[in-house]
């Protein structure tokens, strides 16, 4: 599919359905755009012209004898496809929430569908250059850190939730000590009254700048300050008062507008957190492919997405993550001025074991990779668990087998021993 | 379930598993408050005494022998039950997303689940207290249309997209001397360059306000505002200088966060439009179910909240349309002071026939019942379709049979002999 069409926006899908794929392609279309189940007095054929969803492509599948998903009209086998639809921007204009009721909307309650995901969009340049895209991307994230190559080693604040803030300060200097680049909040944590935010803010910020003042080196903290529009934008002002360098958000929960309105206020990067995703990605029969909805999120300002990561403890297949993480290094428009790339976010069971697959498959080295168990339970301690992690991204990036590197990095060989690889039996 | 436990936060789901689903309500509970797989040194006893979540009940239903999604840990056999857990309070604070971030968030994702849907939410007063709600409600949408008893009598403009302006003034005039209560925005124009709200807002407005000063009667007009948070403000604005009396947003596409401020911003009712639900509601095996999410909804202020109809064109179950609106229309918290129901919205192939089974099932008037070509197809014309479908409901509540009310009601005979039910053959 070509990545933009002047004026039109571009959406594709796989679809199952007991009708011909083309018919049901184009009921599809007149859903969409002008169709009701009665010819209308006003649905003239200009406005037709002007207005009207069309069919780009359809290409067959495979067919199932029952369909995938209940409340279909019955067919005597349901065929698969692969089909492309397209609108003239000027249905929509730029808005995010009105370009997934135009691609979306109504279309996931179609009896004429028995399956249905959306699997990429494409949209012109007049629409990407509506939005200014996420504000820091990879470039800004490596400056802030002064991390200038490899991952960022990143790790989250466990256990998730019922730590005081003096509590979680005191975590935050240990790893920090110990390496760490980028410490996150868990999703289950915001402004809860044990720890709010109004006095995590400072208590993990007087650690991190003590140390940076010490050292030279700052490590980003994503305080997660997920919470209404006015909530989150106060959360952020004290998070810059404090001189944090990040903030994170559920994306999910509070919705791609509040994400615009976050990213015109911010002046960190925000760290997407797209806890609930499960729902659009668990089904085969329904849901969006991360491919499609990350250029809304990086459209709506999201400098930092999660992808999960290889042989994590999730669902997600391992090619599905790689394919989501390759979306987020894509840039949307091919402009030198700006960086609209995101930086994925690998998380879940990562340890050593995961840098190689996931440098071969990538080909970057511009991601965040945090690990729990896989630097924390390091048997060596924390600082050694975090050299492994680093010296593991080393190899990888620089082709070496991990057991070779090991020998002149003995944490590594430490925590090739003492992790499992989900890659072997 | 009881619905408010003081100081807990509960919820229920459908899960399906390759374990015994005690241990999968267990390693849900875990994950969702204070697991990680491994044992972590802040987690001490009493930390978890105050902050884990607990398993309340567990029942088992049947069993599968393959899992219905992918991704899941294999087992022997699949083991589906309704399960319920609950938080304490202290975990979340009053946040709506972050309750769906603690409620649902990683959860969809789990390998120990081959299935989960989030079935029901029961929360305890002092977090429902924290949300004012809808602003307007059904008292507030009676009032404002002078539509006393019997449900507001709806349409929606088509063809949905491509209408000038003037042209869709010139079609809410016929609308409203036809008799019709209640006209939205379909779903799929909010703010495009062909009609701009600048331009649409005042044409519509002034036809209503002539119509209204003229006969006293004063239909409501949802105005489609989706978009970015101060758009909407601005549009909201927009309406309310203009004297129009509703708002309509795409609530899943905004999310919670953009609802919640436009409530907080509103002097209108909020037309809550769900397209994109089918995404949680098509799949069996994952989502979310309407009451559960319904609730949510209404505590960031929807007043108007869309649920199908009866025969509809999509793929909704009838029962589960009657679920959804019979939620809606059941307090949250029981005082005396504060109506925080949602008026539901029935929509999509609505004609005379659903009149009588809609009131049978749903015990009430209190509703908004949008018809397309089921008044606008009537074949002696909009006003006689109108009436048509306030006489099926007049016989509907009176619990008259529709045929024989049809006897001193030439609209409904008509229109009885020119639309075909749904419910026969």
Known sequence: MPRSVPGRIKASYWIETPLDPHRAAEAMAGEQSSGTFLKLARETDELRDRHAAQVDSVTQLTTADTPSLPGAMPGEVYHRANITLSWPTINVGTSLPNLMATVLGNLTELRELSGIRLSRLALPDEFLEAHPGPRFSITGTRQLTGCNEGPLIGTIIKPSVGLTPE?????????????????????????????????????????????AQRTGRKPMYAFNITGD????????????????????????????????????????PIHGHRNGWGLFYRSPSIGIDYPAYQTLLRLAGADHLHVNGLGSKFAEADASVIDSATACLTPLL?????????????????????????????????????????????????AAGCRSIRAAWAAAASGTPLGEHAHQEPDLEVALRAFASPFSG
């Not at 944090?244 to 958000?249: H, P, Q, R």
């Not at 069971?349 to 080295?365: E, P």
């Open 229 to 268: 529009i006015d909530e989150m934008r106060r959360q952020h002002d004290l998070v810059v008062e404090h001189e944090g360098t990040c903030v994170m958000a559920s994306m999910n929960w509070i919705g791609l507008a509040s994400l615009q309105a976050l990213s015109q206020h911010t002046s960190v």
């Open 334 to 382: 091919h402009r030198s001025e700006r960086d609209d790339r995101a930086m994925p976010v690998f998380s879940s069971a990562q340890t050593v074991h995961q840098a190689s697959n996931t440098f071969k498959a990538l080909g970057s080295t511009d991601l965040i990779y945090t690990c729990g168990g896989g630097i924390m339970g390091h048997p060596n301690g924390v």
């Open 167 to 211: 509590e979680t300060a005191e975590l935050v200097g240990e790893l920090i000590e110990a390496g760490i680049d980028f410490i996150k909040d868990d999703e289950l944590i915001a402004n809860p009254p044990y720890s709010p935010l109004a006095k995590r803010v400072p208590a993990v910020m007087r650690v991190i700048n003590d140390y």
